[in-house]
């Protein structure tokens, strides 16, 4: 069974970006340690980064043609504005987990609203790089 990872806008500066709020991990570290736990559970991981919004609702789409399992979906900033990715997620039958690095709660009040949450099967935030790997976690039990 094969997980989609699915990552938004800003998200490849990951090392450099904000450490103090983001950690210091980069995207490659991240997808090791997803790799590394998804070998244990049986399963297989496609990662992917975009900066467009576009990308992130066509890969949604592609995950249920091609029979993901699941996908796991940090959408950075298009979380707080994206109807579109909020709608794909409506739109597809496969289980789709919000994870965010930062807890937006404790931040600004832009980014307390999420479309993706109000579509999404469940939420993991505020964990760092741990986040994507408690939602394989959770995922392997889909
Ligand atoms: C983020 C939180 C978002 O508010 C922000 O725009 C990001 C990263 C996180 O993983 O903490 O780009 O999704």
Do not use: C
């Amino acid at each position: 069974d094969t997980i989609y990872v699915l990552n938004g806008p800003n998200l490849n500066l990951l090392g450099t970006r904000e450490p103090e709020i983001y950690g210091s991990d980069t995207l490659d570290d991240i997808a090791g340690q997803l790799e590394d736990r998804a070998r244990e559970l049986d399963l297989d991981i496609d990662m992917r980064q975009s900066n467009h919004e576009g990308h992130l609702v066509d890969w949604l789409h592609e995950a249920q043609a091609r029979g993901a399992k699941a996908v796991i979906l940090n959408a950075g900033a298009f979380t707080h504005t994206s109807i579109a990715v909020h709608d794909a997620i409506k739109g597809i039958r496969t289980p789709v987990i919000e994870v965010h690095l930062s807890n937006p709660h404790t931040r600004e009040d832009f980014r307390h609203i999420s479309y993706v949450g109000r579509a999404a099967k469940g939420t993991i935030a505020g964990f760092g790089a741990l986040s994507y790997t408690l939602a394989l976690e959770a995922a392997a039990r889909f």
